[in-house]
């Protein structure tokens, strides 16, 4: 293992843990933008494969492609040194939250920064979006699914479905038989999760202690897919009505803080852990809301070569892939209709479009300057 490559991935990591606003699919754009454009660390054919993977597995999906992409970089070392660098800066952002929310009974008004920063996030989906289009369409059939599942998306129909409805239709009309895809698409699935949760959910009792604590957020983080709405229907269920430790509204309070900062998501597990069991608490959560994320990515990554090579898993992953994108363009227009609110901030967009492709500008330097704009504006409109 080449020590020079751990440390690229150290530092990447923890650069983006710190910057990377907006969500899985904001995430995944930098990360492109990064490891593909600038450092040349895979192809735009791997990096969809490596996000195909992590869409066909629990967790959190940004995170589990931050571990794909050390463990490519960097091997074994670089799996643990991904992952873990992306989200410990979250972590400890959110835990300075979780204080003073504690501390004082309310959240910090951050509203002025994200302002100027969310239009920057959309501009760089939009360029990530685009970019990889050229790499996954390649036929009708592979657009035709992609704009298919982005109108589903739009109208309601749930991700994870069109994420596998999206692989099974290539792999039908490519002519393989379906029953055989489908077997063979279980394990990464079904089976790298099931036994995770099982084993989770036989520990989880009704007692309020740290122990209780860690195995409920192991549990969540074994079988989690989907958005963090998901994952607030998750906590709801055991936090709120099957323990009562937690009202609703501190519930939302802490899903906020997890959408508002940067990092992944499922950092507001931190903050749920720090009102329940203080520093030990946010400790705990955090690790077990995240420790099987890295245990999927060990388990599958292994496996990519093969699936590439034969025929009908193929046809699985690419037709996941182009799902995938569909339902990244679908985030980017949702996110986009909250984002862009007047014309400050289109303009921000769009200049933030055109400095990205056009100039190849760095994104960081581009969210660093959405935040101050955002924060000059606030302070001169009042």
Not at 69 to 93: D, E, K, Q
Not at 108 to 137: D, E, F, M, N, S
Not at 238 to 259: E, K, P, S, Y
């Amino acid at each position: 293992m080449d020590p020079g490559a751990l440390r690229e991935v150290v530092g990447l990591f923890l650069k983006l843990g710190c910057i990377a606003f907006g969500g899985p699919a904001a995430h995944v754009a930098l990360f492109r933008e990064e490891v593909v454009k600038r450092r040349r660390w895979v192809t735009d054919e791997r990096f969809l494969d490596l996000l195909g993977m992590t869409n066909l597995i629990p967790g959190p999906n940004s995170t589990e492609m931050a571990i794909h992409l050390g463990y490519t970089r960097a091997g074994w070392p670089g799996l643990v040194a991904g992952g873990a660098c992306f989200v410990v800066p979250a972590m400890l952002i959110v835990w300075a939250l979780a204080w003073a929310y504690v501390r004082y009974g309310a959240l910090p008004q951050v509203a002025w920064l994200l302002y100027g920063i969310k239009p920057v996030i959309i501009a760089v989906v939009v360029q990530a979006v685009w970019g990889l289009l050229r790499t996954a369409v390649t036929g009708p059939l592979l657009a035709a699914v992609g704009v298919a599942v982005l109108a589903l998306y739009l109208v309601g129909v749930n991700e994870i479905a069109l994420l596998f409805a999206g692989g099974l239709a290539v792999l039908i009309v490519r002519g393989v038989h379906a029953g055989r895809a489908v077997v063979g698409a279980v394990p990464v699935a079904a089976l790298l999760g099931g036994p995770a949760a099982a084993i989770a959910q036989s520990g989880v009792t009704a007692s309020a202690s740290l122990t209780t604590l860690f195995l409920t957020f192991l549990k969540i983080g074994s079988v989690l897919y989907g958005s963090g709405y998901v994952l607030l229907a998750f906590m709801r269920s055991d936090f709120v009505h099957r323990f009562g430790w937690l009202t609703d509204q501190q519930l939302l309070d802490a899903v906020a803080i997890g959408q508002f900062t940067p990092g992944p998501v499922l950092t507001t597990a931190t903050f749920v852990g720090y009102l329940i069991g203080g520093g030990p608490g946010a400790v705990l959560a955090t690790v077990a809301i995240f420790l099987p994320g890295f245990v999927f990515v060990a388990a599958s990554h292994p496996l990519l070569p093969r699936i590439r090579a034969s025929r009908w898993t193929a046809a699985i992953l690419d037709g996941v892939n182009v799902a995938a994108l569909g339902l990244m363009a679908g985030v980017a227009w949702e996110l986009g209709r909250a984002a862009i609110v007047d014309a400050v901030t289109a303009v921000l967009a769009v200049a933030a479009v055109i400095l990205l492709i056009r100039f190849k500008t760095s994104s960081v330097w581009l969210i660093l300057g959405g935040g101050a704009v955002g924060i000059a504006y606030r302070l001169v409109a009042g």
